[in-house]
Every structure is written in C-alpha cells, then in structure tokens.
C-alpha cells in the first residue's frame, strides 16, 4: 500500500505565461507558493481482478480503457497498469472549482504513488513532467504548467518557462519572521460560483495564438521578479500593490474571469483598507485573496465579508511526498 500526498498553491503573480503558446516564444514565469492544504491518493494491489477507482464517485471496471475518470485512466495507461488495482483519493479542498490548481495537484499525487508502488524513480522533477504530460498530452486540457511544479517542488518560487520548453526553479529567499508575517497578511475567502476554467483557459490560450494579449503578458512577467525582489526585501505593502497591478492585467486577458460579483468584492476589499489581492486559479470564482498588515483592516475585511467563507490558506514548505509505503 502506498499514500502519497501533494499540496494545493496559491499562485501570486505571472499565471497565464504558463502556457507553451506564450512561453515558446518569449518565454513566461510565476511566482506562487504551497499552502497547507493537500490532496491524498492511496494505491494498493487488489484481490480481485480489474480496477477500483473511489473518488466522488467509485469505479469498477475489469478494463482500464473503461474508467470514466480521465487522468486515472490515462495515468495507468501510461504506466502500463492494466489490473487488480485500488485507487482511493481524499482531499482538504474541494477537487473542482476552488482555484488552487486541484486537477494538477491530483496528477501529482497520482503519479507519486503509482511510480512508488511500481518501485520506479521519482523525484520533483519526474513527478511535475508526468503530471504536466498527463494533463497536456494525454488529457489534452488546454493548461500551463505552474501547478504541476508548484504542487512537485512545493515552497515558494518563481517558475521560469524557457522558450526550449525546460523549467527552472528559482526559489524565494524569506526570513521566518516575514513568511510569518506574509501568512498574517493573507485572508482568503471562498466566493463559490459557476466557474469552467477549462473554458477561460482556452479562451486565453486562443487569444496568445492570435498574437492578442502578448503586451499584457510580458508585463506580468516582469512584475513577477518585481514581487520576488519585493519579498527578499521584505516589503509587504508593496507585495499587495503588485498584486493589484496584476490583477487588473489578468482581467484583460478573458471576458470570463471576472464579472460585477466579483469586481464588487474586490472593489470593497480596497475601500476597506486592502492594499491589493487576487481571485486565485482561472477566474469565474473560486478563492479571492486579500493583502493587508493591518489587523483593523482585517477586521473590517471580516465583518464585511461575513456571508462569504473564510477559509485560512497558510503558505507552506510543504512538497509532494509519500506518508506511507508498505509494499509486499
């Protein structure tokens, strides 16, 4: 038996240059972090014959070609996994919807599991190029690739996409009493909503195709490394000011990723007193963070959003792992 465990993101600044048809050709980055928030995956080898897959839903099937839930089925297809096998999965998160990059996290908690229960290689680099060949290649989402390497590596960095397609990691260097302090700063609340970001995804990766967006994209490269300077040098009132700056640039890039909802409570977040803040993931709904030191600016954040759900995402350290193997 095998359980593995991969964490959640919270991604800051540069979401959108993830995408091959930006980074090809001028080359992207992100700046995100871990969050104490995990998806968990336990495999086992089964008595009886086929697959059983329980998510929200529990699959049994005597072929793998017959599992409805695409990224476990084209996971074990890839691994060559053909039978007697019992996939569980559990999250801390809901698994669709919340903006925290759930179906990446999901691949690479996947695949960490399957390789150990195989007793193959694995590493942060393997397990955020399966997870990133898992959904692009064999699922065809029309994704990037930061939640991959977020969720592998964990901690918080910036992603360099290179136009030759490699990645590099470049950690950010923060002092315990600012990562603290980063932590208190951040108040995330859950908005909900309909959201399909597979749909404002490919609507942003069309637009990058048709040459539209590219201006916007490249400033929020840059205001990647602006944040990361920003943090070493332990400016948080700057840190929420990019944050605004790069969400009103992320607004442009789809008619889908926010609406008058939202502007609404983003609107009001600043009017209270926040110095900037983001919906996290695609856009449509989901989690919408805020950025303020100011504990009386907290407070009023609070009171004001009272009908919303607030849900405390703290940044972590944390990286994909195994918390149990027991192989016979």
Known sequence: MIISKAPFRMSFVGGGTDFPSFYKNH?????????DKFIYILVKSRFEKGIRCSYSKTEIVDNVNDLEHGLVRNALLDLKIQDSLEI????????????LGSSSTFSVALYNALLNYLDREVSSQILAESACKLEIELSGSPIGKQDQYASAYGGMNVYEFHTNDTVS????????DFHKELNDSILSFYIGGDRSSNDILKEQDDNVKKNHNLTTLKKMVKLVWDLKNEMENKEISNFGEILNENWNLKKTLSNNISNDAINQIYDEAISCGATGGKLLGAGGGGFMIFITRNEDVRSKLRN??????EVKLNLTDDRAGIIYKDIK
């Open 27 to 35: 080359g992207g980055a992100v700046l995100s972090s871990s969050i």
């Open 88 to 99: 569980v999965s559990s999250a801390d998160i809901p698994s669709s919807g919340s903006g």
């Open 169 to 176: 990691v470049h950690p950010v260097n923060l002092s315990n």
């Open 304 to 309: 004001n959003f009272s009908k919303l759900r």
